[in-house]
């Protein structure tokens, strides 16, 4: 066993959102099934773990930064332990990761991270989890990043069992299904959110009742999204996500104390997105737990798009991503960190999309 390894994975956006956890941390099941697509490799993060007999505790760097607080890791820490059980191992793990999605902003940077984090324990420790596995060790640390396990589309399946083992990330379509679909990501705000998705979500689960119908509405709605995906239908696809989108900040109005996650930037996000689709459905947008929008569209608009947010002052950066692919192991100069421990020396390039390390 080498102990050692690094891998990159790429975040996914939910379609079809999670909201709502059925089994709570350390299994982790959802309420209800989620669909997402993979981005590309613009937003992704890379993680290189190392276990050895040599550290008496875990410890995890993200963009340079010790987490040291439970709370920062709280979503690292289960599935370095749900890894280590996997392996029959008791060694502690040094994890060094570096990120180019804006962290904790509603974009879905710990899809990416968790997901890269358990590709790398899967590697290191050699267990060989076939994806279906390797979804349920990601969702053990973030219920989102069970879906970047794949390219393509993907669904999570609430599952119904006490100990969770029906949980997990199924692929509906891979990669190259639909190859001028496109994720426009605008970034409106760097600022971390003010409730984070996991608090938000059981605040929802507690006191909402508008979410009692959202769960009704959803399998038929997932039906719909299937249909629309294999036919490469955007005007359908687009409406399903906008509003599923809608459905979730309407239940999070919904939830006591209320809970907003957008602003007035989403909200001009909203309104320009329907003027441009006043003829027909050319795009969508949704949002996760946060203001930063997605627009889902196919390439030939891409263009308009990008000249309507453009016009919205608080719009600081676009990116337009393809649909994007699964996890994969780096060798070993992509490494953030040595093999005897030592963190090199790394730096993040936001600009380019590039991690690049220097020594
Ligand atoms: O997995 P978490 O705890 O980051 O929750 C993510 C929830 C949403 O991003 C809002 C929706 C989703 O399905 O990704």
């Known amino acids: 066993m080498p102990f050692y390894a690094t891998a990159e994975a790429n975040p996914n956006l939910a379609i079809i959102k999670y ?4 089994l709570e941390p350390p299994i982790i099941a959802p309420m209800n099934n989620s669909v997402s697509v993979t981005l590309d490799e613009q937003l992704r993060t890379r993680t290189t773990v190392l276990f050895s007999p040599k550290f008496e505790r875990d410890k995890v760097w993200i963009n340079g930064s010790e987490m040291r607080t439970p709370e920062e890791l709280e979503k690292a820490l289960p599935q370095l332990d749900a890894a280590r059980k996997l ?3 008791k060694l502690y793990a040094r994890v060094v990761s570096a990120t180019l999605t804006p962290l904790a902003g509603g974009l879905a940077g710990s899809a990416a991270g968790l997901c890269a984090l358990a590709a ?3 590697e290191a420790l050699e267990l060989d989890l076939s994806p279906k596995d390797l979804s349920i060790l990601c969702r053990i640390g973030s219920g989102s990043s069970c879906r970047s396990v794949y390219g393509g589309f993907a669904e999570w399946l609430a599952g119904t069992r006490a100990d969770g083992s029906d949980s997990y990330a199924a692929q509906w379509f891979g990669e190259d ?11 409106v705000s760097h600022e971390k959110k003010k409730v984070k998705s996991r608090a938000g979500m059981k605040q929802t689960v507690q006191t909402s009742m508008l979410y009692q119908q959202r769960l009704r509405d959803l399998p038929a709605r997932i039906t719909a999204l299937k249909n629309a995906l294999q036919e490469r239908d955007i005007a359908r696809m687009a409406e399903i996500a906008m ?28 309104d320009s997105i329907h003027e441009f689709n006043a003829d027909d459905i050319k795009a969508g947008y949704s949002f996760d737990a946060g203001p930063n929008p997605t627009i889902f569209t196919v390439e030939k608009h891409v263009p308009e798009i990008q000249k309507r947010l453009k016009e919205i002052p608080a719009i600081e950066d ?15 100069k992509g490494a953030l960190m040595g093999a ?20």
């Open 19 to 22: 909201w709502g956890k059925r």
């Open 87 to 89: 392996a029959g191992s």
């Open 120 to 122: 790398a324990c899967n």
């Open 177 to 187: 299904h639909w190859k001028d679909f496109r994720t426009i990501v605008a970034i």
């Open 243 to 270: 509003r599923d989108s809608n459905s979730l900040h309407a239940v999070c109005l919904d939830t006591w104390p209320p809970i907003l996650y957008l602003n007035d930037t989403s909200k001009e996000v909203i």
């Open 318 to 332: 676009v990116i337009v991503s393809s649909v994007g692919s699964g996890p994969r192991a780096l060798p070993d």
């Open 340 to 359: 005897d421990g030592t963190i090199r020396r790394w730096r993040v390039d936001n600009k380019k999309h590039d991690i690049i390390v220097e020594g």
